[in-house]
């Protein structure tokens, strides 16, 4: 691959969910890339799409039409053999620290559970989770614990060595840190940038907060009612986005200072009652 060659391509991709008779179109025609070593964020209400646009290049969601590439290779309608093998370079970060790991296993099983899915053997195991847990802030020893005795923060850590252990060289993440206090917020982001500077690993950055993303990603694409509306340079999008949707996610993005805190207030009760473009025209 070429430096200007995208690690991830997603051209023209529709979503429906429903029956095939009445289908509902979730998607529609959404054109995305991301680059080696780059981070993408995704923005929009709930609703928007953006996660089953991540759905879809997981293979959790079929594609109705359109094209996913990954490293120049088609994946958009991949056995399950071969999504299995995709998995070492492609891992996703859930939203829910508390839901996302098995509480039956402790930390040391669910990270080298992907390991020995991969064929490595129990010693060498023992050793990239030990590695991993001290990459993301961790001591080794707690391996031997379950995921109840950790808070949602240190749950989180734990779910990011997991994706990281194979080694991808993209990563979902999927709202990673919209159920964390603020301050865990900030430590976690801390901790992704600093990953993906030491790994060069990838990531699709799925947000509703405009705020977060400015922190993290280097480009950000905004959708609304399962279109691309605007995509563009971080910092452009997320201090003076040109769509008038992306400003209204912008009014809404809480800020600490309280005077401007009004002043958002103030600006998103009046862009609320300006009716919105048709996404599609």
């Not at 590439?69 to 093998?85: H, K, V």
């Not at 195991?125 to 001591?139: A, D, K, W």
């Not at 997320?238 to 008038?244: F, G, K, N, S």
Request: aromatic share 4%.
């Amino acid at each position: 691959m070429t430096p200007s060659t995208p690690l991830l391509r997603a051209e023209n991709v529709v979503v429906e969910y429903g029956s095939r008779r009445r289908p509902t179109r979730v998607l529609h025609e959404v054109s995305l890339d991301v680059g080696p070593g780059e981070c993408v964020g995704l923005v929009g209400e709930s609703g928007s799409g953006k996660s089953t646009l991540g759905k879809a290049i997981l293979g959790l969601v079929p594609v109705a039409g359109g094209r996913i590439e990954f490293d120049g290779r088609d994946i958009t309608r991949l056995s399950g053999r071969e999504r299995r093998a995709l998995a070492s370079d492609i891992q996703v970060v859930f939203q829910d620290p508390y839901g996302s790991l098995n509480p039956m296993m402790t930390v040391g099983e669910i990270l080298s559970e992907p390991l020995s899915v991969g064929g490595a053997g129990r010693a060498e195991s023992r050793r990239i989770v030990g590695e991993m847990l001290e990459r993301v802030n961790l001591p080794a020893s707690v391996a031997g614990r379950y995921p109840s005795e950790f808070s949602g923060g240190q749950r989180q850590r734990i779910a990011i060595a997991r994706a990281l252990v194979r080694r991808p060289r993209l990563i979902i993440c999927d709202e990673p840190v919209s159920a964390l206090d603020l301050t865990t917020q900030a430590s976690v982001l801390d901790l992704l940038i600093e990953l993906q500077r030491d790994t060069g690993v990838s990531y699709l950055f799925v947000s509703h907060d405009l705020g977060v993303v400015r922190r993290i990603c280097h480009r950000v694409a905004v959708m609304y009612r399962g279109h691309l509306v605007e995509v563009g340079e971080g910092d452009q999008v997320t201090r003076e986005p040109r769509h008038p949707y992306s400003r209204r996610l912008l009014a809404a993005s809480p800020v600490a200072d309280p005077v401007q805190q009004r002043a958002r207030r103030e600006e998103w009760l009046a862009l609320r009652g300006d009716p919105l473009p048709d996404p599609a025209r």
